[in-house]
């Protein structure tokens, strides 16, 4: 019995001291993709479409006031059907400008989304692969660790060199 206990005893002490052997690793993603001439391109190609909107919606606003104005210039014994109509004209030139603003900035975050998307994903393939061939076992966001007693490396470096950035 006392042999038995021993072989379980030895075949299980190998197993529990390799599950305590954890390799953690840190990663600040914000600075590789930082680094990264894909975001820069990104960042320019949204930089111009917010332009487009910008001017967009500055020509509408501008038109938009102008309604006011000359709502505001009216007489004020002018016939209450063209007052009737020019209140309207504004009402339903407001909504339009609101409409404007709402599609824009959807499309503004589809387009973020569009262009952002397979960098994410390219940096993300690069961590899984650090981790791979230094054989982590979990690789945290290097912001989000709050405390944690092992040694920790950080592959931030790793990783750039992975995506071929300095």
């Known amino acids: 019995m006392l042999k038995k206990l021993l072989f379980v005893a030895a075949l299980l002490f190998p197993m529990l001291a390799g599950a305590q052997t954890l390799k953690v690793g840190i990663v600040e993603t914000d600075a590789i993709m930082g680094a990264m001439p894909e975001t820069a391109a990104a960042q320019t190609k949204l930089g111009e479409v917010q332009k487009k909107y910008q001017e967009e919606a500055q020509r509408l606003e501008s038109e938009y006031t102008r309604l006011i104005e000359d709502f505001q210039k009216m007489a004020e014994d002018e016939l209450p059907a063209i007052r009737e109509r020019k209140t309207r004209e504004i ?22 989304q569009m262009l952002m998307q397979p960098i ?3 940096i993300k393939d690069a961590i899984d692969a650090v981790g791979r061939e230094g054989g982590y076992s979990l690789i945290q966001e290097k912001g989000a660790v709050i405390f944690f007693a092992a040694p920790v490396d950080d592959i931030t470096p790793a990783v750039k060199a992975k995506l071929g950035i300095k």
């Open 91 to 112: 009402s339903d030139y407001q909504t339009k400008l609101q409409q404007f603003e709402q599609t824009a900035t959807q499309d503004m975050q589809q387009q973020q």
């Open 120 to 122: 994410v994903q390219k």
